[in-house]
């Protein structure tokens, strides 16, 4: 079992900047695959940033350009820094934790077996 723990959430302006991070615990070393999530209001839930356990990165079209994942092993935390950020990037940001993802399954929700409970960014015009 893998116990995921988001924070750093908040409100900020349009064009502003954010950084989440997501303090994992239990049996890390199970979990290659490390990732964010959000969900807007109304909305599924969606890919944004995930990383594997050799540091490779792969983002989702909607942030690319404007986040940077990365992740601190020894500390067993995974970050996602937030650029310029839109108010449609409004929503709750969760960290996900997977065994395996099979090609084409990156932002398959239902491969990651691990969830945080989620934290709050809101961006306001």
């Known amino acids: 079992q893998v116990q995921l723990v988001e924070s750093g959430g908040g409100s900020v302006q349009a064009g502003g900047s954010l950084s989440l991070s997501c303090e994992a615990s239990?049996?890390?070393?199970?979990?290659?695959?490390m990732a964010w999530f959000r969900q807007g209001p109304g909305k599924e839930r969606e890919g944004v940033a995930v990383?594997?356990?050799?540091?490779?990165?792969t983002y989702a079209d909607s942030m690319k350009g404007r986040i940077t994942i990365s992740q601190d092993k020894a500390k067993s935390a995974l970050y996602l820094k937030m650029d310029s950020l839109k108010p449609e990037d409004s929503a709750m940001y969760y960290c996900?934790?997977?065994?395996?993802?099979?090609?084409?399954?990156?932002?398959?929700?239902?491969?990651?077996?691990?969830w945080g409970q989620g934290t709050q960014v809101t961006v306001s015009s």
């Open positions: 990383i594997d356990g050799d540091g490779r990165r």
């Open positions: 996900a934790a997977a065994h395996d993802l099979p090609y084409g399954g990156t932002w398959d929700v239902s491969f990651y077996a691990y």
């Open positions: 239990g049996d890390t070393s199970s979990t290659y695959f």
